[in-house]
């Protein structure tokens, strides 16, 4: 007998094994099946007819569907839509002539028609604003600015001409933004009066 710590040599083992190549019956079946479904919705299979000895006298054939019969049937909607397509699309005909015509004459408009119709005042109201402008800039701005120069005893530095060169341009803003203003507003009037 062999104690704890001693080995006894296993005895020989045989083993067979036996491996096949198979899908299991439950997938096989399930693409029979669906492999007759999809034959069938694609046409008519006749099976092959045998004899009495088991012989084949005829194959088996497959006929086909015709286009018509794959596809599906209109439904109520898409046959009323069909037949009252033809009424109803014809109803918009005259509207978008009538746009086309509006369109075509709105094209003869001239920036000269425009003009016409601008406002014969506008041009003093923004010359008069540019005049004002100036005159602010000329009597408060600079002046104010040479006055900080001098009482902080920086007249002529960068300092200064960098304050200057912030003013001048923000004087120019406010001008821009006002002139766009009047000039939008008188556009916008022109416009309407040119198109009415």
Not at 2 to 24: C, I, K
Not at 36 to 54: E, M, N, R
Not at 117 to 134: G, M, N, T
Not at 153 to 164: A, H, K, P, V, W
């Amino acid at each position: 007998m062999a104690g704890l710590f001693e080995g006894v040599a296993p005895p020989n083992v045989n083993t067979t094994r036996v491996t096949a190549q198979q899908a299991p019956q439950y997938l096989t079946d399930y693409l029979t099946n669906l492999a007759q479904a999809g034959t069938s919705a694609l046409g008519t299979t006749t099976p092959a007819v045998k004899d009495a000895a088991g012989n084949i006298t005829t194959p088996a054939s497959f006929t086909p569907k015709t286009g018509e019969e794959l596809i599906a049937p209109m439904s109520d909607l898409q046959k009323s839509a069909y037949t009252k397509a033809p009424d109803l699309l014809s109803q918009y005909r005259t509207p978008l002539d009538e746009a086309l015509k509006a369109g075509r004459s709105a094209m003869e408009v001239s920036a000269d028609d425009i003009s016409k119709f601008y406002d014969p005042y506008q041009q003093e109201v923004i010359d008069k604003l540019r005049e004002a402008s100036d005159v602010n800039l000329q009597r408060s701005v600079l002046p104010g600015l040479k006055a900080l120069g001098i009482s902080s005893g920086q007249f002529g530095s960068s300092r200064t001409g960098t304050l200057g060169g912030q003013a001048l341009g923000d004087l120019a803003a406010a001008l821009s933004r006002e002139e766009s203003g009047l000039r939008s507003a008188g556009f916008k009037t022109a416009l309407g009066a040119a198109l009415s």
